[in-house]
């Protein structure tokens, strides 16, 4: 069964999201293999592969106290932040995957999920019908990851980017070469 626009638009919501966050680097449909997952839900796929609905990697501040009055910038780290995107009951579910990510977000629409009924390092993100953004019900809680995790994510990106990429080029290169044949025709 294909993906339901409902589906794509809330991808593209998660990915608008994500770069509000501070991600430079996204992607959507990333593979990763459960060998490089941390953890999963009891009801998360049984196969040995699955793919994150949209991944994002970015920077963040370290604050440090530098007075009693406030803090002040001591550096900055790369953090990975994933959505996954739920649109039925259903699919909710049927489970999702925690992967490796220093946040991890649920993207549903308004009111389809409780936020007492994701897992407590979850963030839940609404989507209200008409609506082009989403808005924050729950705040994730930053997750430690492994560095060779960050590694990992950038390539699959970057994979994935290459492979969009090439298949635009092939279009492109199928189009012009239909439109040339039209030309050879006509003349």
Partial sequence: MGESDLHKYLKLLGIKYLDSQGCTLIGDEIFISKSASDTYLETGPSD?????????????NIMELASPWGYKKSGEEEVLRGI??????????????????????LLVPELLVKKSEVPK?????????GANYVDVAKKPVRQELNHDMINHY????????????????SDQVELLRSSFEKQIKRT
């Avoid at 996954?84 to 699919?91: A, F, G, L, T």
């Fill in 48 to 60: 040995s592969r699955f793919y994150i609905d949209v991944v994002g990697l970015g920077k963040r």
């Fill in 121 to 129: 390092h979850f963030g839940l993100l609404y989507w209200k019908e």
């Fill in 154 to 169: 950038r390539d699959r990106i970057y994979r994935r980017y290459h492979s969009q990429i090439m298949k635009l080029v």
């Fill in 84 to 105: 996954e995107v739920k649109v039925s009951r259903n699919d909710f579910n049927n489970g999702f995957v925690q992967s490796g990510l220093h946040y991890h977000y």
